[in-house]
């Protein structure tokens, strides 16, 4: 399926963005290891998530949805010898797999083109650690896990990540012994905050250097709790940018998840002179959310520093769109996770760019862009690459530009937003799908 952007007029609205696909992920995993029934509103619908899901009831684990609610059913899972397909999902593999080795069962992973070529061993191997015995294809997938009892390990995460952080806390929970994990750079901490709400004992330290020390003690059960999903900041970035970068436009975001961890983009939008207002800000799911009113106007350049990266990490694609119609030129940096992601997001990021007559120069873990602030020319035809954001980025690019823009192969659009079209179209924006 092909879809074409054509130049809009300003954005005008009121929109709500689907659940948040971190939050999502977890509160099945965890309902599925609590004892009793966990309720989840807001549960993000897509296929990333509903992968988690299926792979659950593979487990032997009830989950279902009923009335509006999903209902997770949690208790013992069962092997042996699951097959598990996760689709494009990392998230719900590599979480998975952390669980599933807690668990002591012995199950195998496998998933999508994209998945298959993303690396598996920086959790295959802390969890190794742990005794889980895995079988991987040079560290990637299918992985094959076999049964057997954890025990608990110190371990420092050698690069910034939430799903290798959450992959071991998820095995902690089942091995024996106090597991303590230390982080640098601290990374969205959803697992940690959402395992207090089961009822799990987890301690939490600064260190002086601004990074964290977690320690979870093995043996804990957890306890069916209710949830409520806030909605995906990962997901509004792309009518935020659209709404930045349109004239005149003036959108409201509902009930956006505020987690410091997660706002990044916002951080960098303001200081590229984005009028972003936070509105009726309240505790939802123990997260703080708010309403976004979004101005469009001019926008500059600006440079994002290597620290600012984790907080962040899903947001580069769009983030390059904006400094497209800014003025001057935006340098990025500690861009090397990127590469991968679910495709090589700095090479699609550069290459959906070029393929718009916007100028941008790379490196391993750096890109910048020269901005166009009088006018993207656009006019490009760009390959998703089983990338979701990639396709998204590029369909928010082709509202400001001068040409229509079109997107090959945006199916991977529903792995996490699959309401895109319709909710954009609804604001304003000219996007159409295209059969031929
Ligand atoms: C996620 C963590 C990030 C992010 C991904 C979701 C999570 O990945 O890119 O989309 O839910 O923990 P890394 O842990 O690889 O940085």
Same mark, same amino acid.
């Given at each position: 399926?092909?879809?074409?952007?054509?130049?809009?007029?300003?954005?005008?609205?009121?929109?709500?963005?689907?659940?948040?696909?971190?939050?999502?992920?977890?509160?099945?995993?965890?309902?599925?290891? *609590?004892?009793?029934?966990?309720? /989840?509103?807001?549960?993000?619908?897509?296929?990333?998530?509903?992968?988690?899901?299926?792979?659950? #009831?593979?487990?032997?684990?009830?989950?279902?949805?009923?009335?509006?609610?999903?209902?997770?059913?949690?208790?013992?899972?069962?092997?042996?010898?699951?097959?598990?397909?996760?689709?494009?999902?990392?998230?719900?593999?590599?979480?998975?797999?952390?669980?599933? *080795?807690?668990?002591?069962?012995?199950?195998?992973?496998?998933?999508?083109?994209?998945? #298959? !070529?993303?690396?598996?061993?920086?959790?295959?191997?802390?969890?190794?650690?742990?005794?889980?015995?895995?079988?991987? #294809?040079?560290?990637?997938?299918?992985?094959?896990?076999?049964?057997?009892?954890?025990? =608990?390990?110190?371990?420092?995460?050698?690069?910034?990540?939430?799903?290798?952080?959450? =992959?071991?806390?998820?095995?902690?929970?089942?091995?024996?012994?106090?597991?303590?994990? %230390?982080?640098?750079?601290?990374?969205?901490?959803?697992?940690?905050?959402?395992?207090?709400?089961?009822?799990?004992?987890?301690?939490?330290?600064?260190?002086?250097? !601004?990074?964290?020390?977690?320690?979870?003690?093995?043996?804990?059960?957890?306890?069916?709790?209710?949830?409520?999903?806030?909605?995906?900041?990962?997901?509004?970035? +792309?009518?935020?940018?659209?709404?930045?970068?349109?004239?005149?436009?003036?959108?409201?975001?509902? !009930?956006?998840?505020?987690?410091?961890?997660?706002?990044?983009?916002?951080?960098?939008?303001?200081?590229?002179?984005?009028?972003?207002?936070?509105? *009726?800000?309240?505790?939802?799911?123990?997260?703080?959310?708010?309403?976004?009113?979004?101005?469009?106007?001019?926008?500059?350049?600006?440079?994002?520093?290597?620290?600012?990266?984790?907080?962040?990490?899903?947001?580069?694609? /769009?983030?390059?769109?904006?400094?497209?119609?800014? %003025?001057?030129?935006?340098?990025?940096?500690?861009?090397?996770?990127?590469?991968?992601?679910?495709?090589?997001?700095?090479?699609?990021?550069?290459?959906?760019?070029?393929?718009?007559?916007?100028?941008?120069?790379?490196?391993?873990?750096?890109?910048?862009?020269?901005?166009?602030?009088?006018?993207?020319?656009?006019?490009?035809?760009?390959?998703?690459?089983?990338?979701?954001?990639?396709?998204?980025?590029?369909? /928010?690019? !082709?509202?400001?530009?001068?040409? %229509?823009?079109?997107?090959?192969?945006?199916?991977?659009?529903?792995?996490? +937003?699959?309401?895109?079209?319709?909710?954009?179209?609804?604001?304003?924006?000219?996007?159409?799908?295209?059969?031929?």
């Amino acid at each position: 399926m092909t879809i074409i952007a054509a130049p809009s007029g300003p954005l005008r609205g009121r929109i709500r963005v689907p659940g948040d696909k971190s939050i999502s992920h977890r509160a099945l995993i965890l309902g599925a290891l *609590a004892e009793g029934e966990t309720l /989840i509103r807001g549960l993000l619908e897509a296929d990333d998530v509903l992968r988690t899901a299926a792979a659950l #009831r593979t487990l032997g684990v009830e989950v279902e949805r009923a009335e509006g609610l999903w209902r997770v059913l949690g208790g013992d899972w069962s092997g042996p010898e699951r097959q598990l397909y996760m689709g494009n999902s990392g998230t719900g593999a590599r979480l998975l797999m952390g669980a599933a *080795a807690g668990q002591g069962i012995a199950c195998s992973f496998s998933g999508d083109a994209s998945l #298959r !070529g993303r690396p598996m061993a920086r959790v295959t191997d802390p969890l190794g650690e742990m005794g889980a015995a895995f079988e991987t #294809r040079e560290g990637r997938l299918p992985v094959a896990l076999a049964g057997g009892t954890l025990h =608990a390990i110190r371990y420092r995460l050698p690069k910034p990540s939430a799903q290798v952080k959450s =992959a071991i806390l998820l095995a902690a929970l089942g091995a024996s012994g106090r597991t303590v994990i %230390e982080e640098p750079v601290p990374t969205r901490d959803h697992t940690e905050r959402m395992l207090a709400a089961f009822g799990a004992s987890l301690s939490i330290k600064e260190t002086p250097e !601004g990074g964290r020390i977690l320690a979870l003690e093995g043996g804990q059960r957890l306890a069916a709790t209710e949830l409520t999903v806030p909605a995906d900041p990962s997901s509004a970035a +792309f009518p935020l940018v659209a709404a930045c970068t349109l004239a005149g436009s003036e959108v409201d975001i509902e !009930g956006v998840l505020m987690n410091p961890r997660r706002t990044g983009l916002i951080s960098v939008l303001r200081r590229m002179g984005a009028s972003i207002e936070e509105r *009726a800000s309240r505790t939802e799911g123990g997260e703080r959310v708010c309403d976004l009113r979004v101005g469009g106007g001019p926008l500059h350049a600006a440079k994002v520093r290597a620290e600012e990266a984790p907080d962040m990490i899903d947001e580069f694609p /769009i983030l390059a769109v904006a400094a497209a119609c800014a %003025e001057g030129t935006t340098r990025m940096e500690g861009l090397a996770e990127l590469r991968v992601k679910e495709s090589d997001r700095l090479a699609a990021t550069a290459a959906l760019l070029e393929a718009n007559g916007v100028a941008c120069r790379s490196g391993e873990d750096w890109l910048e862009v020269d901005g166009r602030a009088g006018g993207v020319p656009g006019g490009g035809l760009v390959e998703a690459r089983h990338d979701h954001r990639i396709a998204m980025a590029t369909l /928010i690019l !082709g509202l400001s530009a001068k040409r %229509e823009v079109a997107v090959d192969e945006a199916g991977s659009i529903a792995t996490s +937003f699959p309401d895109f079209v319709p909710l954009m179209r609804s604001a304003g924006a000219e996007l159409s799908q295209s059969t031929a």
